[in-house]
């Protein structure tokens, strides 16, 4: 009953081909940031629309109240849980990168998904990934030895995990390296350099504040695995799963949009372990 | 030469009746409470005595770091790991009493438990207790509410653990309702009035002081499952563990002085988990 | 514009008598209660409110960064600008009780005003008044020993600063005793016994919803220095400054009707150190 | 008396000329790095070493108990007190790079100086200097930014503070430039470069492990304002206060003899704002 909330138009599971894999995305969300009587986001209205819920474990934000009380939420509509590790960097949000070595990034990732875990397993579900979260994720992006320490904690901690991460990035790379299976992550409102790569924040052009253009590039990374870049080239980016926003009442109501576009363009909307 | 000294008079294990139950002990101390580059306590040296480590997880002491180098150190020693959760209160070392709800209980045990349990499993361990710290032990003591939170967080992270509390405690009653194996634990060094309670921190006599008494009081406890009383009576207390301390050298060199005493005594020492 | 809003009916100043010093009330509210990417209440809209500003330290809530926001954006308003210490427990909002000693008191007390007070002396401003938060505000109304390293900790860092403590309690005697001004605080939307003490939050009637009768009540206390308690009698109560809340709209807008109805009343709203 | 025990050979003040202004120098030390039951370093046998005391004010360690404690007794022994602020980095000891922006670095510096100001003048004191810790102290060193924003943190909290950075640094700079008195810290166990800076610890030969050869630097440091570097060459360093640590007895020990000899070689030992 989890699987049928999460996998749409059941009916062509059948006769889908290789081809089709590539019509099937993720839609991932960040979720349980609040922390004590902060509340942040809006994630009960999220969880009807993505199918990937990734859960701060406390460290970047999230406290053990909020985590268990998301955690229940995700369980109750279905959404696939994973945990969302960040540095230990409450008042800038894990958003500051912290030169932090192998080891440290080894031990903040496998302690904050233990401490999810424990919620999701106490509640009778069973974590499904692992996405570290803000200057983490950037940092294991692109440094080999941090990306293969997250991915070491991930696999040590349960090897059946997915490890969420930037398409083409040296985390995604580092998971596969250690036997895990990953998702590669691509960003709906964000501009492509022709490489493949992000365009800088720094660059003004770095965000899509077009909804319709994020939405074409929405259908075009789930349909057909490809991003029409900064410089107007057509080329292949790895997209299981799609980033989307809920700190604001518009960027829900942006993500509904994109997940009924999807779903109009007779793109699946699942999570990547629940297709097993 | 470790194991053996964890494990004493094997041979006995097979004609002991119930009388002899009450001739096994266990050693625990707290331990991992360092912070950052802070030490505290002297672990390793620690680990040669005792039988059960309750490592800090988080909250009151410990950090990531430093729980992965402890759960390392005890499980290259052979000695049986317990999570020490404690309240989030770093700067008073968990020893201040909060008002906290049985909700907040719940999640804050099971946040902490879950973080020092994926440490243990992914250096191929198993936990095997759980004993609250501080002020957090204290509450659970005397409070059913808070009790019946803190055992439900230990059993439904894992139902084979053992709860550690006060001889005749609402925590260990507590546990024993969850369904949880509990130990109970008594003190060498405290007074016991003759109703069996500790006698407050509040008055003079609360801590014995002489070396030779804690001794005797230690082999009382330990051999006979009781304590002479503050008012000169004698009493029975359920002593499965003997807490030891590790903060000082002198502490270090006492427990070992309690250890060597129980073994010359015919006392075995194990962990509750290694009988079963 | 805003000047003129928080002193009114200056030509009266010269000839108002002992009786109508009751018709001067100060508005306070607890700001700057955000942290890092999380915000709190609706800050900037309140200062239109209020009289006095209450700012979080960082301990229970607040940042640096925010805590020079807050600052800043009182002094534009000119709103007295108070220190808000509270208790170091980020996760419960400094709402836990927690058993703290009277040096931990004075500690934690004089650590948050120093900090406080370097960003509003930057900016050019004088910090006006200390407010406890929570539930050190309550330990401090009920326990002399906090109430006094409280009301020290406040005079040892400026003799000047006025010391708000709730109206008939122990924090205002220390306070006195100790030689500082104090304000006395009541409370428009909380019910008072007969001895003129607050309905405990555990009674069903210990809030006003009614905002007719909390209305009511604070014309009463700023007018007359009366309240009906509970059990319909009518009683004497210091009421030197009322506390309103920003943390929904709704507090917001009625925080305003509260000012509204208190202007239209002739009740002049001014900061207690404003009349200086 | 305060200004005694920090001026040694008073009996020289009327003869020296300007050559022997560099025959003046304060020894440094970390202190208060403790945090709640966690003590750190051996303040109290340094505070007979060294001239100036930086002292750890909440953020990378310290608390307020410590704070006090720690500002009480730099008070009676006569050693001057600066402020030691560091990252919001607990678990890193503030030891950890974070990308952090000049407006952060000037609220996180601010808050800490106000905390610890608060305790200097509750004990009747007056803070003579600041210097970052750790990470933002070789930070600020090199980012212009970042070290105007300290800088101008330190005036605007007070402008007769006396601002210490690294020799040569873009923090001295940006202290001279903000208007603010400044000390040159060298290094005495640290190896420099021909143009000097500190050889990078990357390198195996950073630091001087031969207590001799630390002594030789030392001495011709405070007495002549020189170096002798890696490569052999002679080169100015403006060395107006010299570092040592208290974080083992060895260092104690060692910061002992730095004294002693300096005092032999007729070098006075006193901080920099005692000689005002």
Redesign the interface.
């Known amino acids: 009953m989890n699987a049928d909330s999460r996998a749409y138009q059941e009916g062509e599971d059948l006769d889908h081909g290789p081809e089709s894999m590539s019509r099937t995305v993720d839609l991932n969300c960040d979720m349980g940031e ?5 509340t ?1 986001g809006m994630d009960e209205t999220l969880l009807e629309v993505v199918t990937s819920a990734n859960i701060a474990c ?1 460290f970047h ?1 999230g ?3 909020t ?2 009380k998301t955690v229940r939420l995700a369980l109750s509509k279905g959404v696939a849980i994973g945990a969302h590790p960040g540095l ?6 894990g958003r ?5 070595t192998p ?2 990034a080894f ?2 990732t ?10 999701v ?2 509640d009778g579900g069973r974590m499904a990934h692992v996405k570290p979260h803000g ?1 983490l994720y950037t940092m294991a992006s692109q440094d080999e030895d941090l990306a293969q320490a997250v991915a070491e ?1 991930v696999y ?2 349960d090897s059946r995990l997915i490890l969420f991460g930037l398409s083409g990035s040296a985390l995604v790379r580092a998971g596969e390296r250690a036997g895990l299976r990953t998702a590669s992550e691509a960003f709906i409102d964000r501009r492509y350099t022709d490489d493949g790569r992000l365009v800088s924040r720094r660059h003004p052009d770095a965000v899509i504040t077009d909804p319709e253009e994020a939405l074409r590039q929405a259908l075009m990374l789930a349909g057909e695995g490809k991003v029409v870049t900064r410089g107007g080239k057509e080329i292949p980016v790895q997209a299981d799963t799609l980033c989307v926003h809920g700190d604001t009442i518009h960027a829900v109501e942006f993500a509904r949009m994109v997940r009924d576009r999807l779903i109009q363009s007779d793109i699946r909307l699942q999570s990547p372990g629940s297709a097993l």
């Open positions: 609040g922390f004590g009587l902060h942040f406390g934000a406290d053990p109240a985590m268990r230990p960097d409450m008042s800038g949000f500051r990168h912290m030169e932090i080891d440290e031990e903040m496998l302690y904050q998904i233990g401490a999810l875990d424990a919620f397993r106490s200057a904690a040590r901690h």
